[in-house]
C-alpha cells in the first residue's frame, strides 16, 4: 500500500503590545498594607499608636509585649518604635517619599552638565530602530519515495501513481509520478527464504482441466491472471 502526506509551513509574525497603567490591583494588596500615621500615645507605655487607612491600627498591647495589628501580632519586644518589627502578614518600614533630585545618572547637554530632570523630560525619544529583514524561509518539496526493486517488478502495475492534493490556491491538482526503485536494491540478490525468492523458485502451469492453455505460470503473475484461473497445477 502506497500513501505519503503533503504539509505547508508558515512563520506567524508577532502580536503588538503595550503595557498600559490601570491602576493598584486591590484584590492584591494586603489587608495590613498601607501608611499608618501616630494618632495617640499610651500613657503607661508612652509608645505612639498608629491608625491605617484601612481601618486597621498598629498598637503595642501592655499585656502581651506585642506589636500589633489586628489579630496579627509581632514576638515579645521592649522596643519603642514599631519600626523594623515584623508579624507574621506584616512588617513596620518607614515611609519613603522618593523626593530627591536623581542628577547623577541623567544625561547631559553637550557634554557640559547634568540635566535635571525638569530639562531631561523635555528630550525627544529616542528614534526606534530599524525592523530587521524578514528572514529567508526555507522551502520543502514533496519527493517521491523509492521502493525496492523487487517491489516494482510488476509490469505496468507499478511503474506510476497518480495522487490528488490541492495547492496553496486551494486549487485541485492532479500529478502522476513515476516510481523509481532505490538504487541499493537494483540487480541486488535476495536472501533464500526472502518471500519474493521464494515465490520465483516455484514453477507452475495453467492446467487444461481448470480451462488452462497448458502454458507455464510466469515469475510475478499478475493478480488477473490468478482471477482467470480456476485450478492451476503446480510442479518443480
Known amino acids: ?10 512563520k506567524a509574525g508577532g ?3 503595550s ?4 491602576g493598584q490591583v486591590t484584590e ?11 494618632t495617640g500615645r499610651d500613657e503607661q507605655t508612652g509608645r505612639v499608636t498608629y491608625a491605617g487607612g484601612s481601618a486597621q491600627a498598629l498598637v503595642f498591647q501592655r499585656s502581651s509585649g506585642k506589636w500589633c495589628v489586628g489579630d496579627d ?25 522618593f523626593n530627591g533630585e536623581f542628577v547623577g545618572q541623567m544625561p547631559k547637554l553637550g ?12 528630550l525627544k525619544p529616542p528614534k526606534r530602530p530599524a525592523q530587521p529583514p524578514m528572514p529567508e524561509l526555507e522551502e520543502f518539496k514533496a519527493q517521491q519515495p523509492q521502493y525496492a526493486a523487487e517491489c516494482l517488478d510488476y509490469g505496468n502495475l507499478w511503474k506510476e501513481v497518480t495522487e490528488t492534493f490541492k495547492d496553496e490556491e486551494d486549487n485541485e491538482v492532479q500529478k ?61
Open 15 to 17: 502580536v503588538p503590545m
Open 73 to 97: 501580632c509581632s514576638k515579645v519586644t521592649s522596643t519603642a518604635s514599631p519600626v523594623g518589627v515584623e508579624g507574621a502578614a506584616f512588617e513596620v518600614v518607614n515611609v519613603s517619599d
Open 19 to 22: 503595557i498600559e497603567p490601570r
Open 28 to 38: 492584591l494588596v494586603s489587608q495590613y498594607d498601607g501608611v499608618y500615621c501616630p
Open 176 to 236: 502522476t509520478s513515476k516510481l523509481e526503485a532505490d538504487p541499493s536494491t537494483k540487480d541486488a540478490s535476495l536472501d533464500s527464504y526472502h518471500p519474493c525468492e521464494v515465490a520465483k523458485s516455484v514453477g507452475g502451469f495453467f492446467g487444461r482441466w481448470g480451462g488452462g492453455d497448458g502454458s507455464a505460470a510466469p515469475q510475478n503473475m499478475m493478480y488477473d491472471s490468478w482471477n482467470e484461473c480456476e485450478v492451476i497445477s503446480l510442479g518443480t
Open 1 to 10: 500500500m502506497w500513501g505519503r502526506v503533503r504539509h505547508r509551513c508558515c
Open 111 to 122: 557634554g557640559s552638565k547634568a540635566l535635571s530632570l525638569a530639562e531631561a523630560l523635555k
